[in-house]
């Protein structure tokens, strides 16, 4: 575990992140992260949370009318 040191930024706080927090992620500067919290704790991420949720209905709705598409695809 990481120890993160709140510093000023502009007007708002900010943390740094190290190497070692970030490699995993497969992130560089200028990248978005996005963070969410649930009832577990924080969760930072490069992957849009809202965009996942839109791809997974979309693979719903690719599952339920399968047989369709395909035929439409014809």
């Known amino acids: 575990m990481a ?5 000023k930024i502009g007007s ?3 943390v ?4 070692e927090v970030l490699n ?6 200028g990248d978005t992260l ?8 924080l969760t930072l991420t490069p992957y849009d949370p809202e965009f996942e949720a839109i791809m997974n209905a979309a693979d719903e709705c690719d599952n339920q009318y399968k047989n369709t598409l395909k035929q439409l695809a014809k």
């Open 12 to 14: 708002s706080l900010g």
């Open 3 to 7: 120890s993160l040191k709140l510093r």
């Open 34 to 41: 996005y963070l969410s919290q649930d009832k577990d704790g």
């Open 16 to 19: 740094i992140l190290p190497k």
């Open 24 to 29: 995993p992620l497969h992130v560089k500067e």
